[in-house]
């Protein structure tokens, strides 16, 4: 079993940033795929990025450039650094974690998954 707890969430003017965290239970985290998704009202769960347990990443297209993930298997922690913010940024960011399979975008791929933590972009 693995638990996930997320952090770092809040209110920010576009342009900004924010960093969130992903603590995460469990002895064999660094084996683990990671990853960041986010649902925003009315819309589907959507991929925005993950990393491998060898540490490749992989971004959605609408953050590519914007954000970046990382991970620090000492503290057993997954990071998701966002910047220049958008409006259309505004969700609840859930981090997720499962095996590593090779495959990273599908939500369905992943077995655990964190609360969620919410994220507001005014403009």
């Known amino acids: 079993q693995v638990q996930l707890v997320e952090s770092g969430g809040g209110l920010v003017q576009a342009g900004g940033s924010l960093r969130l965290s992903c603590a995460a239970s469990?002895?064999?985290?660094?084996?683990?795929?990671l990853g960041w998704f986010r649902q925003a009202p009315g819309k589907e769960r959507e991929f925005v990025a993950a990393i491998s347990w060898r540490s490749s990443t992989y971004y959605a297209d609408s953050v590519k450039g914007r954000f970046t993930i990382s991970r620090d298997n000492a503290k057993n922690t997954v990071y998701l650094q966002m910047n220049s913010l958008k409006p259309e940024d505004t969700a609840v960011y859930y981090c997720?974690?499962?095996?590593?399979?090779?495959?990273?975008?599908?939500?369905?791929?992943?077995?655990?998954w964190g609360q969620g933590t919410q994220v507001t972009v005014s403009s």
């Open positions: 997720a974690a499962d095996r590593d399979s090779g495959s990273y975008y599908d939500p369905n791929l992943y077995a655990y």
């Open positions: 469990g002895r064999t985290f660094s084996r683990y795929a």
